[in-house]
């Protein structure tokens, strides 16, 4: 987190439940980073943190909380804030995902700034019309609430619009172009014979040498009937396999090597030696060593990955040179407004009409 070290359990969902665009993506459990973390009483009134020159009030955490909080509303209704896990409510940590969001995109502005990354004419009127649609969605009881104002509402939106910006710019050099070769998926069937098993704790327990031995054996009679023209092979996993998956799909670096080397170097409908690996023995049966729709689908996963790397190293590295000041008092006095009325739940889908991802 921004400014502690408490991870979030809630982050995957809450990102998933926005629906936001990258910057969503990169908010991370910290830990000692050597950046300095101060906790001070000299704050503005209502000013809940401040990171470098850049300042963050009550009204801003609280459209960011509100939005987040009707939300959840919304998809899993009132009761979800009776959740707990080992004694932290479900309400403190969105609101620690609250905070590490609006902090992060605070950040990035400020980033953005020292890369002199600016609106154009357009996009500033964009900001503007959004702020006014935005608030004009409020009744009183949101604004008051809230304590929102148009002009705060057109710098949240400016300030997202600006991370955006300098998050693109970062990442704009990387190649999209990744190779069949790199990306590829195969998929195979598998036979199955456990050597070991798995205790609670999820550590392998090794069987007894004999029974290893066995295995072993069984699995080499299997492949001889695999081969010999006369089984088939998905019968002979469902009838001998210990495990009752039978068909994966998978690509480089997501299996056990030996595994991964021999279903790599097998063509279509070839099947392997016994391979031996940490649970067991394996038969493996390569039926497309090119699936086309998991390779594609894994090339834009390899091109989000790097994008990520490169910009996260950017951004740690700008984010240790930042003084950060959490005002402990007022945070911990903010709560999720409880008023039938305070329904707003469009902050973000605003912000998505006016700035479409491209």
């Excluded at 327990?205 to 010999?228: F, L, N």
């Excluded at 068909?247 to 595994?259: L, V």
């Excluded at 060593?289 to 390779?295: K, N, Q």
Aim: hydrophobic share 35%; with cysteine; aromatic share 10%.
């Amino acid at each position: 987190m921004f400014f502690g070290n408490k991870c979030n359990i809630t982050a995957v969902l809450v990102a998933g439940v926005l629906g936001i665009s990258m910057v969503t993506g990169l908010t991370a459990c910290g830990g000692d980073d050597g950046t300095k973390v101060v906790f001070t009483t000299g704050f503005g009134k209502n000013e809940v943190f401040r990171i470098g020159d850049e300042s963050c009030s009550k009204a801003e955490i609280m459209i960011y909380l509100t939005t987040t909080q009707n939300q959840y509303e919304n998809v899993y209704g009132t009761e979800i804030w009776n959740i707990s896990l080992n004694g932290v409510t479900l309400e403190d940590n969105v609101k620690e995902t609250v905070l590490a969001r609006i902090a992060q995109i605070k950040t990035m502005y400020l980033l953005a700034k020292e890369k002199e990354v600016a609106l154009d004419e357009a996009e500033e009127a964009k900001v503007v019309q959004a702020a006014q649609e935005y608030y004009s969605s409020l009744n009183d009881t949101e604004i008051e609430t809230m304590g929102a104002t148009e002009e705060i509402v057109e710098n949240l939106y400016r300030e997202y619009v600006m991370a955006d910006k300098v998050y693109r710019l970062i990442i704009q050099d990387i190649n999209p172009e990744i190779s069949d070769d790199e990306a590829r998926k195969i998929t195979v069937q598998q036979i199955f014979f456990a050597t070991a098993s798995t205790d609670m704790d999820g550590n392998l327990k090794p069987y007894s040498e004999s029974s290893i031995q066995k295995s072993y054996e069984k699995a080499c009679e299997v492949r001889t009937m695999a081969v010999d023209g006369e089984h088939d092979f998905t019968e002979l996993a469902s009838k001998y396999s210990d495990d009752s998956e039978i068909t994966y799909s998978f690509g480089k670096g997501e299996a056990e090597s030996a595994y991964e080397e021999a279903a790599f170097n097998l063509a279509t409908d070839e099947v392997s030696q016994v391979i031996q690996c940490e649970r067991g023995y394996y038969i493996i049966k390569c039926t497309n060593t090119l699936d086309r729709e998991e390779t594609d689908a894994n090339k834009l996963k390899i091109v989000e990955e790097r994008k990520r790397e490169v910009f996260g190293q950017e951004y740690d590295s700008f984010v240790n040179t930042l003084v950060r000041q959490l005002n402990d008092k007022l945070w911990d006095e903010i709560t999720l407004i409880t008023d039938e009325q305070v329904t707003t739940d469009n902050f973000f889908d605003v912000y998505a009409k006016y700035f479409p991802e491209e």
